[in-house]
């Protein structure tokens, strides 16, 4: 019998990268907000640090307005729970690592300037914060990454570096 639980480590790291990646040229914003963890379902519950999202679309677009980020997945567990239906759900809990652009940049290159300032684009990093991530996850994982399959997302900072100037 094969490990249900096997793919479960690239399936972390494909969420988290499609949480840090950028705006690529000419890509409308719209566009780049719902290229933002495509795997939630429409009506998915979305929690980040206590305070709920109502809607998949709102997640998008608020994330999609944050600093750039590079995330890290450091450990995870995962339980395959069956439930009765021909699709049993992953509980997921991982840990993560993760550090926000400080530059004054968001995501879509926007600052606060008043007046527009030549400076380079490349990201000014802070320290490490840590991350507990808790999902729900359909079975369906196991046979695409490229699905709705998430209808629980839960991100939690559990550590914040007392040197960072961003605050989420």
């Not at 567990?77 to 992953?90: E, F, K």
């Not at 290159?109 to 007046?115: K, S």
């Not at 802070?126 to 991350?131: K, R």
């Not at 999902?135 to 990454?145: G, K, R, S, V």
């Amino acid at each position: 019998m094969s490990d249900p639980t096997a793919k479960l480590e690239s399936f972390l790291k494909t969420l988290l990268k499609s949480l840090d990646q950028p705006l690529l040229p000419n890509q409308l914003p719209d566009a780049y907000a719902a290229s933002v963890l495509p795997q939630l379902q429409t009506p998915s519950r979305v929690i980040v640090n206590g305070t709920p999202y109502g809607s998949k679309q709102l997640f998008q677009q608020t994330w999609a307005t944050l600093p750039a980020s590079q995330h890290q997945l450091l450990s995870y567990d995962a339980h395959l729970i069956p439930t009765g239906h021909p699709q049993s759900i992953y509980s997921i809990l991982a840990r993560v690592r993760v550090r926000f652009d400080e530059s004054g940049r968001n995501r879509l290159g926007e600052t606060a300037d008043l007046v527009p300032v030549d400076r380079p684009a490349r990201p000014l990093y802070s320290p490490w914060f840590g991350v507990s991530l808790h999902l729900i996850a359909d079975e369906q994982l196991n046979h695409t990454f490229e699905c709705e399959c998430i209808s629980s997302f839960n991100y939690r900072v559990t550590e914040q570096p007392e040197n960072s100037v961003f605050h989420l």
